[in-house]
């Protein structure tokens, strides 16, 4: 029966979600407005068929944004703090290092300067250099502090965090400035003495996890998953409201569907996942990886209209992920590479079978993510319903009896780590959990 199809194409249950979140507003990781997202997914997963629809809290470590300030010459110029960074005024010569790659500090001396770096990386570069990683970086070359340049036009500062709880930071105070100031910051002072100050304040807070299930009740289970919180700056449409929404879509399609279940879906969306992936990380922790078939992460997906999928070597899920897209003529990209940046994650780097679907934008890095402009204008409702339609058919092949995927020997990911030149960078920042 596909009737189904057409019910999703048409349904308002995904829109509709997305919309109650990010009016929200704030939906940083401990907060009141993160906390009310996840009672309305708990809500709108249970009005979508799936069963036993519940909260599961975990303590965290808070961080509340405060005023932060450039100021250079007679200049005071416009930027916000990264999450975790520390409160403080650092000051010392401006070091405008470019893309910020390793070899950049290699080459530079920048003790006691306030090192500046951009968001992307060059397009002929061999891996994507993520945030942290460069911060790392500065740290540890002694910089006084550390600025985070957008590579994106219009007057957009970045956000995003540049540490976890468990592994402090130290006194390095960190902002992100738009494309523009940047430029500025780099044409007149580059070589100058500037000042950096943040305001913030680290604290004890609360988050949770929303979870609920559809299909048989097998020991063995599918995670379907995305994540509630968003960076209090901006409405967290896309990164990752629309994930949200997805699930709570698929949800109520699978529902329409689970006769097709040979296997328990388990829908899990995660808090604090903008704060070094501790909703999923909580959740990994307790789970018997020997009971989860895959996972089927949401972030990023709604984006543009194809979906890529990360799929880890896992060569089942990509031909799975193939099959499905041929079979609707619909364009889905497989990346077999490792993707170490999302909920996925904490399952996939012990070898359990996972994928990370996001979509295709045209731009490099996040595009409008991580600033004020994440706004719902830049999601469309058919890329939603069409790849709603898209995944909840590999949900229902990936739950067949007949699909197998086998797990891997955490070697065999760590090797493809070193392999792909990832390494490195998750050992700087504290993210490489295997023996040496």
Known sequence: MTHWIGETFTSDAGWNHLEDLVDIGDRMAGSEGEREGAELTRDALESAGARNARLDEFDIQGWTRGDSEIRAGGDSLSCIALPRSPAGTAAGELVDLGYGLPEDFEDADVEGDVVMVATNVPSHYDRFVHRREKYYHAV??????????????????????????????????AVGVSKEVGARLARRYDGEEVAVEVEADAHDATSQNVHAELGPDTDEEVLVTSHVD?????????????????????????????????????????????????????????????????????????????????????????????????????????????????????????????????????????????????????????????QAILLTELAVAVADETFEVAPKDPAEIATALEAEDKAEGMKIIGDWPYDE
């Open 140 to 173: 540890e070359a002694g910089a006084a502090g550390f600025v985070f340049k957008n590579h994106v036009e219009g007057c957009l500062p970045p956000t995003g965090s540049v540490g976890t709880e468990d592994d402090p930071i130290g006194d390095v105070p």
């Open 230 to 386: 968003a960076h209090d700056i901006a409405e967290g449409a896309a990164d990752n409201g629309a994930g949200t929404a997805m699930v709570v879509e698929m949800a109520k399609a699978l529902a329409a569907r689970e006769d097709d279940l040979d296997t328990k879906v388990h829908f899990v969306a995660y808090g604090a996942e903008e704060v070094g992936l501790v909703g999923s990380g909580y959740d990994a922790e307790k789970r018997d990886f020997e009971s989860v078939k895959a996972v089927l992460n949401n972030d990023g997906v709604v984006r543009g209209r194809t979906l890529s999928v990360y799929t880890h070597g896992f060569d089942a899920l990509e031909e799975a992920a193939s099959e499905v897209g041929d079979a609707f003529g619909h364009p889905m990209t497989t990346i077999p590479e490792q993707g170490p940046h999302s909920d996925h994650w904490p399952y996939v780097q012990w070898g359990v079978p996972g994928v990370h679907l996001m979509s295709e934008t045209g731009d490099e890095g996040r595009g409008w993510g991580h600033t004020y402009a994440d706004t719902l204008d830049k999601i469309e409702v058919r890329d939603l319903r069409e």
